[in-house]
């Protein structure tokens, strides 16, 4: 599997972005799907899962009601639309593989294939 992370960027304290991964490899569809992020200093973090079906969602408390993950099996993407943004989003976010099919908080240890991250910064 084959991850590439793109749509980053610099954007205000409160406004939006939309990040993209492109996902290849034959197998890619029996994975869910997450993004983890990692801020400066900070270990890396999960933000949120999507099943196989995309019909499953999950996230982290933190980006919980402003961050939504979305996933497309026929182009083989999956997206996630950030809005109002803080400074603590400030992070290089990664889209990830997970060895288990749940759609759960997946810990780093958990995900088999990582894609190259891209870099998200809000600014005040």
């Known amino acids: 599997v084959q991850l590439q992370a793109s749509g980053g960027g610099l954007v205000q304290v409160g406004g939006s972005l939309r990040l993209s991964c492109a996902a290849s490899g034959r197998t890619v569809s029996n994975y869910a799907l997450d993004w983890f992020r990692q801020a400066p200093g900070k270990e890396r973090e999960f933000v949120a899962s999507v099943s196989r079906s995309g019909g499953t969602t999950y996230y982290a408390d933190s980006v919980k009601g402003r961050f939504t993950i979305s996933r497309d099996n026929a182009k083989s993407m999956v997206d996630l639309q950030m809005s109002s943004l803080k400074p603590e989003d400030t992070a290089v976010y990664y889209c990830?593989?997970?060895?288990?099919?749940?759609?759960?908080?997946?810990?780093?240890?958990?995900?088999?294939?990582w894609g190259r991250g891209t870099q998200v910064t809000v600014s005040s």
């Open positions: 990830a593989a997970p060895r288990y099919a749940s759609v759960t908080h997946h810990r780093t240890d958990e995900v088999d294939y």
